[in-house]
């Protein structure tokens, strides 16, 4: 169905029409909106970028993200609020990660006030396409930045693109506080201890393809990873990061070199903070895990996912009690529209 209307959405932007989506229907796809924002490095610096009305690129076939991977990404929302303004949530937090991830895969820097410039650029002709306050929906934004140029050798390629995608989306997996049940992938690790594991590049997301898609046809649709190295501590999910309330109401949450700094995890802990819950960011034993009252995974997608059960082999570990998770999610979501005073200035009116 909503394939369908997405197919139909492309069709009618490509003729420079846009139609609104269904909101009630929204699931994290891809729906057409008017636009997305393309700017082009040459090796010299960012030109001033274009908004274009399809969603192609054209790169050369030899280059650099096709082949050697030199491509980083980032996600991040914004919310039509309750006062009628539209926010955009945590963008500093995602530009200064993309930051860390350029510098890591040679990769032309974005400064961030350009990374807010181009988010604006792009919200502002899409406006119609932000699920109205009250649907719960969010508009997603997909910031990429990728070498490319005809090139046979390893080494920075002769030119970036750094692009912005909108899409308004609804949940992730089941949606709200609906909690659902994760694998513990065995066979695979996710990111070596000194790997990139902790940027946000593209390379990371593909070896998760098939684990994930096989836990998914087995009614797993999450993916806990172990580390690497000892396959003893919890690192994160595929999608998101891992936390745990233990028995006593503190929040613990895995301290990693090769964990994915969350953006959303940040916001988190400091609400966890001003609730007055105590919080542990620390390596996080397995066998741990299974005295926790309450496991979550945190995300831009995945907003605050409660999980219901964990199984690693023919272990089951079952968690049934979201108190504290509801009372973390109740605040972000609710600091995201607008519907709390925002203390610490995680929200940007666009
Ligand atoms: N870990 C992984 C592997 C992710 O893909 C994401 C999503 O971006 C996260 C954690 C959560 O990060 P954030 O809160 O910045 O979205
Ligand atoms: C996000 O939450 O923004 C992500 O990039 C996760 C992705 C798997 C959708």
Redesign the pocket.
Known sequence: MLAARALRGMRASRRGMSTAPDWSKLGFDFYPTRSMLRYDHDGSGWNGGTLQQDFELKVHALSNVLHYGQAIF???KCFHCADGSVRVF?SG??AK?LRSGCERLQMPVVPAPMFDEALDRVIKDNLDFIPPYGTGGAMYLRPFLFGHGGKLGLGPAPSYTFCIVASPVGAYYKGGLQAIDGLVIEQYD?AAPRGV?NI?CAG??APDVQPSSAAKANGFPICLYLDAKENAYVE??????FIGITQDGTLVTPSSPS????????VILQIAADLGIKVEVRPVPWAEVATFREVAA?????VLTPIQSLTRGDKVVRFDSFDTIKKLYDAVTQLQVGLVEDKHNYTRVV
């Open positions: 980032e996600g991040l945590n937090a995602n990660r996710r594991g946000k990371n997301y994160e999910f595929s999608t998101s990061n964990i994915l700094p969350s953006c959303t995890k940040g945190c995300g831009t997608a995945v």
